[in-house]
Each structure stands twice: as structure tokens, then as C-alpha cells.
């Protein structure tokens, strides 16, 4: 008969050394908030992030935070009184929620008839359906901070706009 010992297994509480704790760096460590990390274009590797972190850590107009084939997340910074652009996606849906601040998001069928009217802040989730022309204004005193999903990408891997009026430029060579 075989004598029996306690479970020594691979359990997290008997070997430590099985259950690494070590992360890549950078990333955001909710135990010490004020290491954060670098924004940067991730994708298309794989990759986790507190988003709320990151999206209050930006201070671009907009940044690409990961760009895979088939999908984006941009970051965006809305300074107090600006807005992010009259703009349409003709062929996609887009999805946005807003980080911090407040604003009011406006769409319309005509980039001369807009509508719908929204106010948004911290928390809401902006739906916008492909072809609906769409602008989003800070009406707040405080930046407004927002994330937003596209599929397929949008904006060119690495994207990093720090001023609107540096995004509406390149945007403007990319369509002449």
C-alpha cells in the first residue's frame, strides 16, 4: 500500500515557480497608478490595456492604440470648446465611449441636417451607424477623452495626430 501525502501538485499555493507574474512591459499597474506606459501603435500582436488608463493617460487629437487587418481603436484627446470633425464612414459602423468629459454628439443623413443630438459623458457608449454623418463637441471644462472602434482601420498604423489641426492636414493629403 502506498502511502499518501498532501496534494503538492501544481498548485498556485506549492509552486510558485509554475505561475509566472511577470508581464511584457509596458502596461498599466493598478496597484502603482502612476507607472504607465507607453501609447503607441500594439497590433497587430496580441495585447491587453485598461483602456479607461490609457484613454485619460492620451493627450494627442488622436492616436492609434492597436491596428490589426480587420480592426483599429484610436484614442482621442477633444480639447474644451473643439470638436472631432464633421465626418462620415460609409461603409461602417463606429463605436465610441467616452473616457471622460462631456460633450454632444450629433448625426444626421446630410452633413447639413444633423438631427440626432446626444449628450454624452463619462461612460456612455456612442453608436454610430455606417453612412451617418457624425460630429461630437467638448461642451465641458475639461478635455474630452474618448476611445474609438473601427473595423476594418481607419487611419494608417501608428497614427498619431497631437493637434486637430494636424489630423484635418494629413487627412486632407490623403484625399488629394
Known sequence: MSSMHGYYGSYPWSNHNSYSNQVPSPIYNPIFPEQVFRLRDYGPEPF???IEAAARQ?????????TG????LTLMHVNVG???GLEIHPGLDQF??????QGIVRMGDRK?????QAPVCQGFAIFIPAGKWHNIYNTGWQPLKLYSIYAPPQHPKGTVHATKAIALAVEGEHKS
Open 58 to 66: 492620451n493627450t494627442a487629437f488622436r492616436l492609434a492604440l492597436w
Open 48 to 50: 491587453v490595456v485598461d
Open 96 to 101: 465610441l465611449r467616452v473616457e471622460e468629459g
Open 82 to 84: 473643439e470638436d472631432i
Open 69 to 72: 487587418n480587420h480592426l483599429q
Open 112 to 116: 447639413d441636417k444633423l438631427d440626432f
